[in-house]
């Protein structure tokens, strides 16, 4: 099952989907630097093994209230506990 | 006498030749890091052994030949940072065995074949850096015995 999946720097459009939320084994997740839009889908808490995520520029999508972002004031998290500290606050 | 193994890498070559489909025992081709231009010979598609082809770090061009797709034992696809373009073929869903790809930093274009979505084995899929366009959620839109790709 997927463990790593990488898209940044495409044009990618519409939401992050729901349906990622199925990948159980999901470690790493970078999505960065595409035209994503609307809301990060709740039911990515499920992604209980995801250690790192990056979603930052895609300047449509909705950064959630309390977010907690990375030194740069980023949507970029590199350890476990940064991630799922992100995934707590959808 | 055919070689299992074709190792080379940081060296200086020109294209890939076609006769490489006549080596139909290799099991590994890698060829990461050199300066290989040209297309990746359609012929490549003979070698029904090959487990790994890694032919990352060059400057081939053109477009993915769809005779890859033959190449049902493929576990390993590494073809990024090249200067490869045209589509990702949909028929790359046909390689069940596949566990990693690795098309990063090429020019490809149109959505991400929803085919790829099925590959169970599937544990690292990088393409990162094209110029793909549609929506994430196609990658998903599993349907495991149709294949479309518009």
Redesign the interface.
């Known amino acids: 099952?997927?463990?790593?999946?990488?898209?940044?720097?495409?044009?990618?459009?519409?939401?992050?989907?729901s349906?990622?939320s199925?990948?159980k084994e999901l470690v790493s997740l970078?999505?960065y630097s595409n035209q994503?839009t609307g809301k990060i889908p709740a039911e990515l808490r499920r992604l209980q093994q995801l250690s790192k995520l990056s979603l930052f520029k895609n300047p449509s999508l909705e950064v959630p209230d309390e977010c907690p972002l990375n030194t740069e004031g980023q949507m970029c998290y590199k350890s476990r506990a940064d991630v799922q500290a992100f995934l707590l606050c959808l | 006498m055919y070689a299992r193994r074709h190792g080379l890498f940081g060296l200086q070559l020109g294209p890939i030749p076609s006769c490489i489909g006549k080596l139909t025992q290799l099991e590994t081709i890698d060829l990461h890091n050199n300066k290989l231009n040209g297309p990746i010979p359609p012929s490549i598609g003979k070698l029904s052994n090959l487990r790994s082809l890694v032919v990352h770090g060059n400057e081939l061009s053109g477009q993915i030949p769809v005779e890859i797709t033959k190449l049902l034992a493929l576990k390993t696809l590494w073809i990024g940072d090249n200067q490869l373009d045209g589509k990702i073929p949909m028929q790359l869903g046909y390689l069940r065995n596949l566990e990693s790809l690795q098309a990063r930093n090429n020019h490809f274009v149109g959505k991400i074949p929803a085919s790829l979505g099925t590959l169970a084995k599937l544990e690292t899929c990088d393409l990162s850096w094209n110029q793909l366009t549609g929506c994430v959620a196609r990658f998903y839109n599993v349907c495991p015995l149709v294949f479309t790709d518009t």
């Open positions: 099952m997927l463990a790593n999946l990488t898209l940044d720097g495409n044009s990618l459009t519409g939401q992050i989907p349906a990622l199925g990948l970078h999505l994503l």
